[in-house]
């Protein structure tokens, strides 16, 4: 009895015995960079098995660095709150706003609408608008907000495109979280490594021109391979064929054979008839639900507007072919200012009838996602306790033995082995653990660090093929009721031939955009983050 009771208690198990399982590490390695590895393994175990939830994992840092020596509470607890956080922080805000004015839901039925009713089309009129919505909010959000509509589309289509259809909502949503640094935690975790070094060109403008053109590439990588998997591939010519044979049996009514030929092509014609009327219900019923919504509210207009009012901020900050307005002001101002500032403005101006604000305190409340916070600062502070102790250091001397590879070759084995550790751990968590090993690897090495650490950081958040890689893909597998290994067959593909595609997109576009092939004057030792290597 007690052995099967500790089985099914197996992570409460594990969570007491793995602390003393790695306590010969810091006792046998006295350095300080064994204590920051011990702490550095005992959260990465915890994030991969989820023994504990994984923002409450990235609070650990708060309760050992402490008394490991690595840092103070009070330098731990700063990390919590960085400009990164705080941009994530002001950009929710909008995105909460924008979701309760219900124009999140206009504009998927908008382009519902606009794409057409036959399978291949609403396939791409689902990830259209879910990918476009993840650049901006949460794609847990948008997901959550489509998967209703499309149990309504899959009651008039038929419920033999449902795997094909959750899976494109989940795809389009972690593929559209790669088109701004907002979109997703590990793009704001890069931004928050990269923007420790002076001069580096990382901004939001500048991320955009280089992930927005690569999400859509992948978006529509994404839709082909769907319908590859589930949709047969000329189902247009057979119609036609199907017709034009039709005509010609009319005309020799008098031959048995033709007559024969005749009804089994009439048969097909009742079929394509029948898709047809299908096709015609899903309009009508997409035509409805956006004539529920009615004429668009002053709610909506003013979300979208000051929607538009932060994007241009963002975009007009320090694009850096013109005098941008931060250029204007005091240094420092980042792109959390923006956001915050239009976050404001939604708390304080009244819309509708009754004249409350766009924005109030306990809507943010209840659906800030307080975790992604906390998730953000936990890998924050574990990477400066990390350059402390001189963990970073130590570990890029260990893989500067990887010298003698050639650049393109270990990009690619860096790529691979994110994306594998990105199927079964938080993409979040991945990126906390590897980008500043891969800082310091790329300043050992003499390499651009966007070399290594951009298609890094895009390739965490292309999981496509377990149900735990990201929030996406649990909800679409709740949601649609298919086997894990359905989820399996269909994203590897997807999943290698998208991180090909980011590789290939980093060495062609990012490397001019971004001066990729030489080591720059911001990522010199002179600079911030090198300061560690000086003092170890």
């Given at each position: 009895?007690?052995?099967?009771?500790?089985?099914?208690?197996?992570?409460?198990?594990?969570?007491?015995?793995?602390?003393?399982?790695?306590?010969?590490?810091?006792?046998?390695?006295?350095?300080?960079?064994?204590?920051?590895?011990?702490?550095?393994?005992?959260?990465?175990?915890?994030?991969?098995?989820?023994?504990?939830?994984?923002?409450?994992?990235?609070?650990?840092?708060?309760?050992?660095?402490?008394?490991?020596?690595?840092?103070?509470?009070?330098?731990?607890?700063?990390?919590?709150?960085?400009?990164?956080?705080?941009?994530?922080?002001?950009?929710?805000?909008?995105?909460?706003?924008?979701?309760?004015?219900?124009?999140?839901?206009?504009?998927?039925?908008?382009?519902?609408?606009?794409?057409?009713?036959?399978?291949?089309?609403?396939?791409?009129?689902?990830?259209?608008?879910?990918?476009?919505?993840?650049?901006?909010?949460?794609?847990?959000?948008?997901?959550?907000?489509?998967?209703?509509?499309?149990?309504?589309?899959?009651?008039?289509?038929?419920?033999?495109?449902?795997?094909?259809?959750?899976?494109?909502?989940?795809?389009?949503?972690?593929?559209?979280?790669?088109?701004?640094?907002?979109?997703?935690?590990?793009?704001?975790?890069?931004?928050?490594?990269?923007?420790?070094?002076?001069?580096?060109?990382?901004?939001?403008?500048?991320?955009?021109?280089?992930?927005?053109?690569?999400?859509?590439?992948?978006?529509?990588?994404?839709?082909?391979?769907?319908?590859?998997?589930?949709?047969?591939?000329?189902?247009n010519k057979a119609k036609t064929k199907d017709v034009e044979t039709v005509e010609s049996s009319e005309t020799k009514q008098n031959n048995l054979e033709k007559m024969e030929t005749l009804e089994t092509n009439q048969n097909d014609l009742e079929k394509i008839e029948c898709v047809e009327t299908k096709q015609d219900d899903?309009?009508?019923?997409?035509?409805?639900?956006?004539?529920?919504?009615?004429?668009?509210?002053?709610?909506?207009?003013?979300?979208?507007?000051?929607?538009?009012?932060?994007?241009?901020?963002?975009?007009?900050?320090?694009?850096?072919?013109?005098?941008?307005?931060?250029?204007?002001?005091?240094?420092?101002?980042?792109?959390?200012?923006?956001?915050?500032?239009?976050?404001?403005?939604?708390?304080?101006?009244?819309?509708?009838?009754?004249?409350?604000?766009?924005?109030?305190?306990?809507?943010?409340?209840?659906?800030?996602?307080?975790?992604?916070?906390?998730?953000?600062?936990?890998?924050?502070?574990?990477?400066?306790?990390?350059?402390?102790?001189?963990?970073?250091?130590?570990?890029?001397?260990?893989?500067?033995?990887?010298?003698?590879?050639?650049?393109?070759?270990?990009?690619?084995?860096?790529?691979?082995?994110?994306?594998?550790?990105?199927?079964?751990?938080?993409?979040?968590?991945?990126?906390?653990?590897?980008?500043?090993?891969?800082?310091?690897?790329?300043?050992?090495?003499?390499?651009?660090?966007?070399?290594?650490?951009?298609?890094?950081?895009?390739?965490?958040?292309?999981?496509?093929?377990?149900?735990?890689?990201?929030?996406?893909?649990?909800?679409?597998?709740?949601?649609?009721?298919?086997?894990?290994?359905?989820?399996?067959?269909?994203?590897?593909?997807?999943?290698?031939?998208?991180?090909?595609?980011?590789?290939?997109?980093?060495?062609?576009?990012?490397?001019?955009?971004?001066?990729?092939?030489?080591?720059?004057?911001?990522?010199?030792?002179?600079?911030?983050?090198?300061?560690?290597?000086?003092?170890?």
């Amino acid at each position: 009895m007690i052995l099967p009771r500790l089985f099914r208690r197996w992570k409460l198990l594990l969570l007491v015995v793995l602390p003393f399982a790695l306590l010969p590490l810091p006792l046998l390695w006295t350095a300080p960079a064994a204590r920051c590895l011990y702490v550095l393994m005992l959260m990465g175990v915890c994030w991969l098995l989820e023994l504990l939830p994984i923002p409450a994992t990235a609070l650990i840092p708060v309760v050992l660095f402490p008394p490991l020596g690595i840092m103070t509470t009070a330098q731990t607890s700063m990390y919590y709150m960085k400009s990164s956080c705080m941009l994530f922080v002001g950009g929710l805000m909008v995105a909460i706003a924008i979701e309760h004015s219900n124009f999140h839901r206009r504009v998927g039925l908008k382009v519902l609408l606009m794409v057409g009713s036959s399978p291949r089309r609403v396939l791409l009129g689902f990830m259209l608008p879910t990918a476009l919505l993840s650049m901006w909010i949460s794609n847990t959000a948008s997901t959550a907000m489509m998967i209703p509509i499309l149990e309504a589309v899959l009651t008039e289509l038929g419920a033999e495109h449902r795997n094909m259809m959750m899976l494109a909502i989940a795809y389009a949503a972690n593929v559209g979280g790669t088109g701004t640094v907002i979109g997703t935690p590990p793009n704001l975790i890069m931004f928050e490594f990269i923007s420790k070094l002076d001069g580096q060109p990382i901004t939001f403008g500048s991320w955009m021109v280089f992930s927005a053109p690569l999400m859509i590439i992948n978006l529509i990588i994404a839709w082909i391979w769907l319908q590859i998997l589930f949709l047969p591939i000329c189902c247009n010519k057979a119609k036609t064929k199907d017709v034009e044979t039709v005509e010609s049996s009319e005309t020799k009514q008098n031959n048995l054979e033709k007559m024969e030929t005749l009804e089994t092509n009439q048969n097909d014609l009742e079929k394509i008839e029948c898709v047809e009327t299908k096709q015609d219900d899903v309009r009508k019923l997409l035509e409805t639900k956006y004539k529920q919504l009615g004429p668009m509210s002053e709610e909506e207009y003013a979300a979208f507007s000051l929607f538009l009012l932060l994007v241009f901020l963002w975009l007009s900050r320090s694009p850096g072919f013109v005098t941008g307005w931060a250029d204007l002001l005091p240094p420092g101002c980042g792109d959390a200012t923006p956001a915050v500032f239009v976050a404001l403005i939604m708390f304080a101006i009244p819309v509708g009838a009754d004249g409350q604000p766009l924005l109030n305190w306990k809507l943010v409340q209840s659906k800030l996602a307080w975790g992604v916070i906390i998730l953000l600062g936990g890998g924050f502070a574990l990477a400066e306790g990390a350059d402390r102790s001189c963990l970073t250091v130590w570990v890029g001397e260990q893989l500067a033995r990887l010298e003698g590879l050639e650049a393109e070759l270990l990009r690619i084995l860096i790529c691979l082995l994110v994306s594998l550790i990105t199927q079964v751990a938080s993409n979040a968590a991945t990126a906390s653990m590897l980008l500043p090993v891969l800082l310091q690897l790329c300043q050992q090495l003499r390499i651009n660090p966007l070399f290594l650490m951009l298609p890094a950081t895009l390739t965490s958040s292309l999981a496509f093929m377990l149900p735990v890689s990201t929030a996406p893909n649990a909800i679409v597998f709740a949601a649609s009721g298919m086997k894990t290994s359905d989820m399996i067959k269909a994203g590897a593909g997807l999943t290698l031939i998208s991180m090909f595609v980011t590789v290939g997109w980093t060495e062609l576009v990012g490397a001019p955009i971004f001066n990729m092939d030489e080591f720059p004057e911001w990522a010199f030792p002179s600079n911030t983050s090198l300061s560690s290597a000086s003092r170890c």
